[in-house]
């Protein structure tokens, strides 16, 4: 007998549906077809193994399972639960009237409980945009393909309770979308700028990076307060979008790092990996591609800290995503396509002992040891990393000064105004959200500058020997500090600021 399930495999962050075809015929065996990896290849001892545990009979004949369409590879556990209600149907212990109006996704245990898949959301989208009644998946993904409107999410304990439902013997009530499964206006932070003492105007770069969705690099001396600052920019930054949520949780659960009963994720990532880190780690692929730090940072930080100890090329990957906000992971066969829509965060001490230009220790390295370890960064990145910013150590009384800093808060209201204006101005425009997405032409039309501001720009230019690349990030920041202040054309001030912010461009620095 002849049946057919439906499934879904994933291509990049999106999913595409698999049709699992199953004949039972006269014979001995069980074979898949349909380019199955080896994950899928093994799902026939579980599947055998959890159909005797659970009391299931299966068909002593010969089965052959296809998974189409056949050129496309298929990876994963994840089909396990859809091959075995499909041999079930095949030899006539499901019902087959219900088979073909849900997506059917789980891996199996030996014993016949469910285990959690990756990509649940993307594959509920997939199975609403086919026009199917609902989704049948383990109960630990439910919540998280609950977030799709329009479908119908069942949760399963096991095979038993699948091939019950299917049957009409059990019912299974459909897993309702959480309240808290929507981006909510006020996150929860555990830690505050208010916790800061002293930095004022590193804050306030933070704040204009965190409103122009800007590239910024800390430079200091151990101990300054490098680390502290990056782990509390996610506490100012602007509450996520629906799209936005919809679209970070879609990498995470392909990634499988959602968690069990998480709906969407509601605040924005904040990636922090180690300086040791692979290459791969980083940009993402590998044998079975995965998304890497850079698209599981997508709409949120990518934190680098202790940035010149990270590998030259580890580094050099960078370059393009900061350029094009995407990653394509490219086979013989087949390449896969993945956001990553990062703000790049990264600290670094300026020189092998940390203390060089510091006010009050003495540097113990050369000046050649001191030029050889700035030059780890290269002149391409530095280029794509629109703030520089000094980090100098707090004095003794800032430390000790009781008065109350400013709040995380305050300063998020004052993000969020910026970012408003950004989405006005870019309303008519796909897929620009911040001042730091601008390109050449962008920046023609939204930030003209007067006679006084090129004049200050061209002296800059002149003596600090910028690229063309810099150039247009002066003056992206400037438009970002005009957006902060509700000015609505760049004036001198923004741009001496803005211009301020390049430290790295300064004679000074490694020479």
């Known amino acids: ?104 996704m789980g891996e199996l245990s030996l014993d016949g409980t469910l285990k959690p898949i990756r990509g649940a959301l993307p594959m509920a989208v997939n199975a609403r945009e086919r026009g199917f009644r609902g989704f049948i998946l383990p109960s630990e993904n439910a919540a998280e393909a609950a977030v799709v409107e329009g479908l119908e999410i069942i949760g399963a304990e096991s095979l038993r309770q699948v091939v019950g439902f299917l049957n009409g013997e059990i019912a299974i009530p459909p897993t309702r979308e959480m309240p808290d499964s929507l981006p909510a206006a006020t996150p929860p932070y555990t830690e505050d700028f208010a916790d800061v003492k002293g930095q004022a105007h590193v804050k306030r770069a933070l704040e204009v990076a965190a409103a122009g969705g800007h590239n910024v690099l800390m430079i200091g001396s151990p101990g300054s307060g490098k680390t502290m600052l990056a782990r509390r920019m996610p506490s100012i930054m602007p509450p996520m979008t629906a799209e936005e949520s919809l679209e970070t949780t879609k990498i995470h659960s392909v990634a499988g790092k959602t968690g069990c009963s998480r709906g969407l994720i509601t605040q924005r990532p904040f990636r922090s990996p180690h300086h040791l880190a692979s290459r791969v780690s980083i940009i993402g692929g590998g044998a079975n591609p995965l998304p890497g730090e850079i698209s599981l940072a997508h709409n949120g930080i990518l934190f680098l800290d202790e940035l010149p100890e990270f590998g030259r090329s580890t580094l050099e990957i960078l370059r393009q995503p900061l350029e094009d906000k995407k990653v394509v992971v490219t086979r013989a066969k087949y390449s896969v396509e993945y956001p990553a829509n990062f703000m790049l965060v990264a600290a670094m001490n300026p020189c092998p002992c940390g203390y060089y230009n510091h006010p009050t220790k003495e540097c113990l390295c050369s000046a050649g040891s001191v030029f050889r370890y700035m030059n780890r960064i290269s002149g391409p990145l530095l280029d794509r990393i629109d703030m520089h910013i000094e980090v100098v150590p707090v004095a003794l009384d800032e430390i000790a000064d009781d008065t109350p800093q400013e709040r995380s808060a305050a300063i998020r209201e004052r993000v969020v105004r910026a970012r408003s204006i950004q989405e006005e101005r870019f309303r008519d425009m796909p897929g620009i959200h911040t001042n730091a997405m601008m390109n050449s032409a962008m920046i023609r039309r939204f930030c003209p500058l007067d006679d006084s501001c090129r004049a200050i720009l061209s002296t800059a230019m002149e003596r600090l020997n910028l690229s063309a690349r810099a150039y247009d990030r002066i003056i992206k920041v400037a438009r970002t500090i005009a957006d902060i202040e509700g000015a609505e054309r760049i004036a001198t001030a923004h741009i001496a600021e803005a211009i301020n912010y390049r430290s790295l461009d300064r004679e000074n620095w490694g020479r």
């Open 1 to 104: 007998m002849f049946t057919k399930c439906y499934a879904s495999t994933l291509t990049g962050i999106d999913a595409m549906t698999v049709e699992v075809e199953v004949n039972i015929t006269p014979g001995l065996g069980m074979f898949l077809v349909g380019l199955p990896d080896n994950a899928v290849r093994e799902s026939q001892e579980r599947i055998r193994s959890s159909f005797a545990n659970c009391g299931l009979h299966m068909p002593g004949k010969k089965i052959v399972v296809n998974l189409a369409p056949a050129d496309i590879r298929k990876e994963g556990t994840a089909l396990d639960l859809t091959i075995a209600v499909a041999i079930l149907a095949a030899a006539g212990e499901v019902s087959d009237t219900l088979t073909s109006q849900y997506m059917i």
